[in-house]
C-alpha cells in the first residue's frame, strides 16, 4: 500500500491518514523509527542522498553494475568498428577461356581513418571535420554523458 501511495499524486492530509494507518499495526516501541523511516521514504523512495543511482544501496547490485557495462561494452565495439575495414575493393579478372584470376590484395579499403585521411589529402577541411566530429568523436562523448 506505501508503494501504491508514492506512485500516486495524493495531497498531503490523506497521505498522512495512509500513513498513520500502517504505523498503528506496528509495535509501539518501534512506532517512532518506523514512522520516521515511512515519512522519508514517501518523501525520497530511492534514498535520501543526491549520489548516483551507481552508488544507490536501494538498487539493487545487479542494476546498478548493468548498466555501465553496457555502456563500456558499446564503447569498445565503436572503437572496434571505427578502426576496422568497412568494404574492400577487389579485383577478379576472367580470361575469355573462362580461366579466373583473383588479385591476393584488395584495391582500397574503406575505412573511417581512411576516409578522413583521404578528405585531408584532398582539402576537403570542412567535410572532414564534420565525419570526425560526428563518426568518430561524438558516439563516444555522447555515451560518456
Known amino acids: 500500500m ?3 501511495l508514492l506512485l500516486e499524486n495524493f495531497d ?3 497521505e498522512t491518514v495512509e500513513l498513520e494507518d500502517i504505523n498503528q499495526s506496528q509495535s509501539p516501541e518501534s512506532n517512532n523509527d518506523s ?3 515511512i515519512e522519508e521514504m514517501a518523501r525520497d523512495p530511492l534514498g535520501s542522498s543526491n549520489a548516483s ?3 544507490n544501496q536501494n538498487i ?3 542494476v546498478r553494475w548493468s548498466v555501465p557495462i553496457c555502456l563500456l561494452s558499446i564503447i569498445f565495439l565503436f572503437i572496434s568498428s571505427n578502426t ?13 577461356s573462362g580461366k579466373s584470376y583473383h588479385l591476393p590484395l584488395p584495391i ?3 575505412s573511417l581513418a581512411n576516409t578522413i585521411e583521404e578528405m585531408y589529402q584532398a582539402k576537403v577541411y570542412t567535410l572532414m571535420v564534420i565525419v570526425a566530429l560526428f563518426s568518430g568523436i561524438w ?3 555522447k555515451l560518456l554523458l
Open 35 to 37: 514512522n520516521f523511516e
Open 12 to 14: 498531503d492530509d490523506q
Open 108 to 110: 582500397f579499403k574503406f
Open 60 to 62: 539493487s547490485f545487479l
Open 2 to 4: 506505501l508503494t501504491f
Open 139 to 141: 558516439p563516444y562523448v
Open 84 to 96: 576496422s575495414d568497412g568494404a574492400s575493393v577487389e579485383m577478379k579478372l576472367t580470361s575469355a
Open 53 to 55: 543511482l551507481l552508488f
